[in-house]
Nanobody
Framework: QAQLVESGGGLVQAGGSLRLSCAGS????????MGWFRQAPGKERDFVAA???????TYYADSVKGRFTISRDGANMVYLQMNGLKPEDTAIYYC???????????????WGQGTQVTVSS
């Protein structure tokens, strides 16, 4: 059974950094786009970043552009380096995988269980 498992969340002060990791298992995700979404309390799940499988193109939400970096190591590992964190970045962060192409909607096939990121002011 394919699954995604996130790690690396935690509590950090504003201006600090965190690196999230996502490990896929149960199948190869070599031809899957990989992405990160986040959901704050009482809000919808929003797109954060994604990386394509074909050419490694990356995509970011405007709110994180220039501060977050998504990267991929092989078929089943993806990372999200988060620098310059702000209190408004506080959310549960989810890893996701989608066949073929990136989408900024939540129509992704596989989801992790999420990891909490809390940024204090």
């Amino acid at each position: 059974q394919a699954q995604l498992v996130e790690s690396g969340g935690g509590l950090v002060q504003a201006g600090g950094s965190l690196r999230l990791s996502c490990a896929g298992s149960g199948r190869t995700f070599s031809q899957y786009a990989m992405g990160w979404f986040r959901q704050a309390p009482g809000k919808e799940r929003d797109f954060v970043a994604a990386i394509s499988w074909s050419d490694g193109s990356t995509y970011y939400a405007d709110s994180v552009k220039g501060r977050f970096t998504i990267s991929r190591d092989g078929a089943n590992m993806v990372y999200l380096q988060m620098n310059g964190l702000k209190p408004e970045d506080t959310a549960i962060y989810y890893c996701a995988a989608r066949g073929v192409i990136v989408s900024r909607t939540t129509s992704w096939e596989y989801w992790g269980q999420g990891t909490q990121v809390t940024v204090s002011s």
